[in-house]
């Protein structure tokens, strides 16, 4: 049953890659400078995507013991991440200087982008049906 699953993990890590190519690129072309961040682009597309691949492995086994509490776990989990992201995302918080704003800003967005996946990810595993 599990073998079903490993494309959509695939999937997962593959939109992560494409996803990590796309910020890179845009961090160059802009120019930012993120010799000044706390947490580099690389320490945290590998936080979220760990942290989003271990969501979806745990909602995988759910779904094959009990389907009917998939959304309750998921809610659960999303909320174990938000607290762990911001107990990361103080010391972004309270640093102050000139480039605090484009760390924000940059932790914001990618917790929101794999926020995104995760539901999509989820939902589709939700609608598809048993054969």
Do not use: A, P, R
């Amino acid at each position: 049953m599990f073998k079903k699953y490993i494309k959509s993990i695939g999937i997962l890590v593959l939109i992560i890659g494409v996803t990590y190519l796309f910020h890179k690129l845009i961090f160059s072309v802009f120019k930012f400078n993120e010799s000044n961040f706390i947490y580099s682009l690389e320490k945290l597309y590998l936080f979220f995507g760990i942290f989003s691949i271990t969501i979806e492995l745990v909602l995988i086994k759910i779904k094959e013991k009990n389907l009917d509490i998939v959304g309750n776990v998921f809610l659960l989990l999303t909320l174990i991440k938000m607290m762990v992201c911001y107990v990361f995302g103080s010391s972004i918080l309270k640093q102050t200087n000139e480039h605090n704003s484009i760390q924000k800003w940059n932790f914001l967005i990618l917790f929101l982008i794999f926020l995104t996946i995760e539901t999509v990810l989820t939902i589709i595993m939700l609608n598809k049906k048993e054969e």
